[in-house]
Nanobody
Framework: QVQLVESGGGLAQAGGSLRLSCVASGRTNENRNMAWFRQPPGKERELVAASNWSGSKISYADSVKGRFTISRDHAKNAVYLQMNTLKPEDTAIYYC??????????????????WGQGTQVTVSS
């Protein structure tokens, strides 16, 4: 089992920045693929950014390319999401997810068996 705990959400103004953190515990010695998803109000969960096991291959949603950056710290069993130039449409619950080790990022939520509890990000205009 893998437990994921997110932090760093909150309220930001449009154009501002936030940094989300996700720390994994449990079976963390398997160099897993990691990702951030989000669920806007009244909408389905969608991919934000995904990383392969090493962080060498990344996939971003078109809506966040150039604004968001996913990064990993294997020593801390952590994955981060730096969010810059925030927009009101970035308002959502953000979830950290973990999957098995793979060479390429997984972009489908169905590939991720482990999920955090979510952290709310609200961007005001």
């Amino acid at each position: 089992q893998v437990q994921l705990v997110e932090s760093g959400g909150g309220l930001a103004q449009a154009g501002g920045s936030l940094r989300l953190s996700c720390v994994a515990s449990g079976r963390t010695n398997e160099n897993r693929n990691m990702a951030w998803f989000r669920q806007p109000p009244g909408k389905e969960r969608e991919l934000v950014a995904a990383s392969n096991w090493s962080g060498s291959k990344i996939s971003y949603a078109d809506s966040v390319k150039g604004r968001f950056t996913i990064s990993r710290d294997h020593a801390k069993n952590a994955v981060y999401l730096q969010m810059n130039t925030l927009k009101p449409e970035d308002t959502a619950i953000y979830y950290c997810a973990a999957a098995v080790h793979a060479l390429t990022p997984y972009t489908s939520a169905a590939e991720y068996p482990y999920w955090g509890q979510g952290t709310q990000v609200t961007v005001s205009s």
